[in-house]
């Protein structure tokens, strides 16, 4: 090879000299941004990084894989195993150790489900992040002492709570906007992604289910009862259709008076069939599903009023039915119907257009786009893990004041200015893990039925299933 040769294959190997192209800043203020970009790792993660790939293999893969989640029923979610509603002091340590062990096995399916996925779609900065807090979890989990004593599984409750409050609890809106960035960018075919944002919310809505039971359960024991309520546990609740649906109603009217002015006209809530319904169901899920299918209704009636100039809104009517597998709710609306195809309605993405739209003001909710995950693995996870052990005392404990609505009810009260477009997809979501549904019917120039079916969860309680009830 002549010198000449040499020399051009030296220079191949050289920093270019990026001057030429940005005469404004000098190769010096680049540098740091290059080397992160060329990086094999992100310089920040606490798990991805030279040793992860092995860790992964010998401890994710190999050692907890191969166990399966356990299909669980709604007594079971209550008992664990144990045909007596009595608490005792065994139980409470059997009930931790099978959370535990069960929490770690289905976070690893989870993250192994990431794993599996194109590189351009987990690489995704949200999809990262939840990856990073997936795998966040299935460590601190893992590596939580045995629960082998009362002192123990107190200290393994505060975890609980920990991990239920800190910064993982963005992992919601984060899948939702990796989702709204794969449609953008067109990483993953759109029905596909829906499955799989489905799959990991029913996943997720099953692990906080057991944790919360798991927290009711030793929150009983520590205050003397020594029963759980029921076969439910403490977190359901007997929930009236009329208080909530009221509830629901008050909301919206604040919702449209900010988007609008005081004086806006609203429409009449006119409720019929079984009124005085009252059922078993988790609060803070139903004040979200009620919630959000009513603001529906409520903004598109007030904005057909404004269109039209109508002296008096038309009404919203729910239709109340009990039987007794189920419970449903078909609210009614004279709003000129659904202006775009129906499958649009349930999915994370829809158009481009759409969920550039939906993606920009996800962008501006307050709280969430300041701080990294990367950030929390120092200063901001300390700092959201010592706000929950601060509140997480043996008293509060004792006295159940643990509550765990955010973030979704956080969505649910989201200002106007942030319209999202997903709210009724993941209200299916929510429907159809309480062995239901949500429909919508409509009749474009006249008006929609919105129909949401929640099952009866004081019947087939003994029936298994995996990330349903």
């Not at 991805?48 to 092995?54: A, G, K, L, R």
């Not at 809530?269 to 803070?284: C, N, R």
């Not at 309480?434 to 969860?457: A, E, F, M, P, R």
């Amino acid at each position: 090879m002549s010198k000449r040769s040499i020399k051009k294959v030296l220079d191949v190997s050289q920093m270019p000299d990026f001057s030429r192209y940005s005469p404004t800043k000098s190769i010096n203020e680049l540098a740091p941004y290059i080397s992160k970009t060329l990086s094999a790792y992100p310089s920040e993660s606490k798990y991805i990084n030279q040793q992860h790939y092995y860790h992964n293999e010998n401890v994710l893969v190999e050692k907890y894989l191969p166990k399966q989640p356990h299909p669980m029923s709604l007594k079971q979610l209550a008992q664990y195993y144990d045909d007596s509603s009595k608490l005792t002091r065994q139980k409470i340590l059997n009930s931790g150790k099978f959370v535990k062990e069960e929490l770690c096995v289905r976070i690893a399916h989870k993250i192994n489900r990431l794993q599996n996925l194109p590189f351009n779609l987990v690489n995704n900065f949200h999809f990262n992040q939840v990856y990073e807090s997936y795998y966040n979890i299935f460590e601190r989990f893992r590596k939580f002492p045995e629960i082998k004593d009362e002192e123990t599984n107190l200290q393994f409750a505060k975890f609980l709570h920990a991990i239920l409050s800190d910064f993982n609890s963005l992992n919601l809106p984060h899948l939702i906007m990796g989702a709204l960035e794969s449609c953008i960018l067109d990483l993953y075919p759109q029905d596909k992604m829906d499955q799989l944002i489905s799959e990991l919310l029913r996943a997720r809505i099953s692990r906080r289910l057991i944790v919360e039971e798991h927290l009711s359960m030793t929150s009983n024991y520590l205050s003397g009862r020594k029963e759980n309520m029921l076969v439910l546990g403490d977190i359901f609740q007997k929930c009236s259709a009329k208080a909530y649906l009221h509830d629901a109603r008050t909301m919206c009217e604040a919702y449209m008076k900010n988007m609008y002015f005081d004086g806006i006209k609203m429409p009449q809530l006119i409720l019929h069939g079984d009124t005085d319904l009252e059922f078993y169901f988790l609060p803070s899920h139903l004040k979200f599903l009620l919630g959000e299918i009513l603001r529906n209704k409520y903004e598109a009636t007030v904005k057909e009023t404004i269109r039209l100039g109508l002296d008096e809104a038309p009404p919203i009517v729910v239709t109340i039915i009990e039987n007794d597998q189920s419970y449903l709710f078909r609210i009614s609306d004279r709003a000129g119907g659904v202006p775009y195809p129906d499958k649009l309605i349930w999915s994370f993405g829809k158009s481009q257009e759409l969920a550039t739209q939906s993606l920009a003001n996800f962008h501006h909710l307050p709280g969430l786009q300041r701080e990294s995950l990367y950030d929390s693995s120092s200063q901001v996870m300390e700092r959201y893990t010592q706000t929950s052990l601060d509140h997480m005392t043996e008293t509060n404990l004792k006295k159940g004041r643990f509550k765990f609505e955010k973030p979704l009810i956080d969505l649910l009260q989201r200002s106007p200015r942030y319209k999202l477009g997903i709210g009724l997809a993941l209200c299916k979501v929510y429907a159809e893990y309480w062995n239901g549904d949500l429909t919508v019917h409509s009749i474009q120039g006249y008006g929609t039925d919105t129909v949401l079916k929640l099952g009866n969860l004081m019947t087939n309680t003994d029936r298994l299933q995996l990330d349903r009830v």
